[in-house]
T-cell receptor, first 114, second 110 residues
Framework: EAQVTQNPRYLITVTGKKLTVTCSQNMNHEYMSWYRQDPGLGLRQIYYSMNVEVTDKGDVPEGYKVSRKEKRNFPLILESPSPNQTSLYFC?????????????FGPGTRLTVT | SQQGEEDPQALSIQEGENATMNCSYK?????LQWYRQNSGRGLVHLIL?????REKHSGRLRVTLDTSKKSSSLLITASRAADTASYFC??????????FGSGTRLLVRP
């Protein structure tokens, strides 16, 4: 089954404790991205990757890191989480082209930073 | 990158009625996509309309695009309780950055 998976689905952590949220897709998609969703603010793109070893900042990259060592994986790293990073996070992928195409979203990771 | 602005923010209708939601954007696009999100879940792609198309259908969904007005509309006909969700538009230009607005929250009452 074609899908985007994220782990963990729920995470409660404390300020400053490094964490990684994994994202994996099995559709051989080139484009992958991370979003955060906050009430009243819609979905905002954090980082995106057009292919292996190619990443770029979205609209809200501060406090986050990503890597794209393999085509299928695109982990999101919070080196020193803070309470303002409490949010619902989504990973997405698309086949790509000359622009980001139809996005396939993961189920989401609900992160709480205390 | 650009953001689509959905309107209205919230819509409540009776089952069987039609639901119309609108999207406006600011600059020229290659295509525009509509997504649905059930509470707390990931977005699901509904339909894509290219900039040279004016109307597109998919089942009970009808999407229109007016590039001169920089607007699109999504019509859901004969709505069902299962259509209750948030709906987002995503105007796509040539960049790889994507922004989604706050969406339209649709409630279909049984």
């Amino acid at each position: 089954e074609a899908q985007v998976t994220q782990n963990p689905r729920y995470l409660i952590t404390v300020t400053g404790k490094k964490l990684t949220v994994t994202c994996s897709q099995n559709m051989n998609h080139e484009y992958m991205s991370w979003y955060r969703q906050d009430p009243g603010l819609g979905l905002r793109q954090i980082y995106y990757s057009m292919n292996v070893e190619v990443t770029d900042k979205g609209d809200v990259p501060e406090g986050y890191k990503v890597s794209r060592k393999e085509k299928r994986n695109f982990p999101l790293i919070l080196e020193s989480p803070s309470p303002n990073q409490t949010s619902l996070y989504f990973c997405a992928s698309s086949r790509t082209g000359t622009y980001a195409g139809e996005q396939y979203f993961g189920p989401g990771t609900r992160l709480t930073v205390t | 990158s650009q953001q689509g602005e959905e309107d209205p923010q919230a819509l409540s209708i009776q089952e069987g009625e039609n639901a119309t939601m609108n999207c406006s954007y600011k600059t020229s696009i290659n295509n525009l996509q509509w997504y649905r999100q059930n509470s707390g879940r990931g977005l699901v792609h509904l339909i894509l309309i290219r900039s040279n198309e004016r109307e597109k259908h998919s089942g009970r969904l009808r999407v229109t695009l007016d590039t001169s007005k920089k607007s699109s509309s999504l019509l859901i006909t004969a709505s069902r309780a299962a259509d209750t969700a948030s709906y987002f538009c995503s105007p796509m230009d040539s960049s790889y950055k994507l922004i989604f607005g706050s969406g339209t929250r649709l409630l279909v009452r049984p």
